[in-house]
């Protein structure tokens, strides 16, 4: 089966430090990865997706992501965190044997201090 | 840019009533589906639609869920008898094609609240 883990429900941030949020993947088959992130009372938006192209994948607003096959992560990145990224953000695999639907992790609540 | 579109943002409704959720996914894309997050819980897949058909739907998608195409914009959740626990978040999602590479873009969200 395919699925991801998030490793950590809540992180906090300085403004202008950098952000980890990590995920670690399970699949067998070559997995394709995203991370999504919610802005409070908003809808789902893409940051960023893996499909077996470039392992460094950068996404919008200065995130990117990196695809590690040996240690099976795909930790989400950002060198400095704006207190606009407070969001939360959810790693999230498409499981190619059930029609690439979705499966999320159950997120990462960011919070970015002054 | 177009996006995906979701009516009401918000259903109060009572123990046992039908309620329809509707979306307008993205013109051109082919693919739609129907995801819910019950708070406090993950975002869970329902169903997949492709060609006026389920593709794919998971074991929460019972007898008392229906997805419709009614015409060539909407794209509509029926939920039955609705129950307490079907309260939560549910959001619908379109993609153009499927497999590696296909983004699924989702809408807003709307949030059932069944009393």
């Known amino acids: 089966a395919q699925s991801v883990t998030q490793l950590d429900s809540h992180v906090s941030v300085s403004e202008g430090t950098p952000v980890l949020l990590r995920c670690n993947y399970s699949s067998s088959y070559s997995p394709s990865l995203f991370w999504y992130v919610q802005h409070p009372n908003k809808g789902l938006q893409l940051l960023l997706k893996?499909?077996?192209?470039?392992?460094l994948v950068k996404g919008i607003n200065g995130f990117e992501a990196e695809f590690k096959k040996s240690e099976t992560s795909f930790h989400l990145t950002k060198p400095s965190a704006h207190m606009s990224d407070a969001a939360e953000y959810f790693c999230v695999v498409s499981v190619a044997n059930s029609g690439y639907a979705l499966n999320f992790g159950k997120g990462t609540s960011l919070l970015v201090t002054p | 840019e177009p996006e995906v579109t979701q009516t009401p943002s918000h259903q109060v409704t009572q123990m046992g009533q039908e309620v329809i959720l509707r979306c307008v996914p993205i013109?051109?894309?082919?693919?739609f589906y129907w995801y819910r997050q019950i708070l406090g819980q993950k975002v869970e897949f329902l169903v997949s639609?492709?060609?006026?058909?389920?593709?794919?739907k998971s074991e929460i998608f019972d007898d008392q869920f229906s997805v419709e195409r009614p015409d060539g914009s909407n794209f509509t959740l029926k939920i039955r008898s609705t129950k307490l626990e079907d309260s939560a978040m549910y959001f619908c999602?379109?993609?153009?094609?499927?497999?590696?590479?296909?983004?699924?873009?989702f809408g807003p969200g709307t949030r059932l609240t069944v009393l």
């Open positions: 893996y499909t077996s192209a470039a392992t």
């Open positions: 639609f492709y060609n006026n058909e389920i593709s794919e």
């Open positions: 999602a379109s993609s153009a094609g499927q497999g590696i590479g296909h983004t699924q873009y």
């Open positions: 013109s051109n894309h082919l693919y």
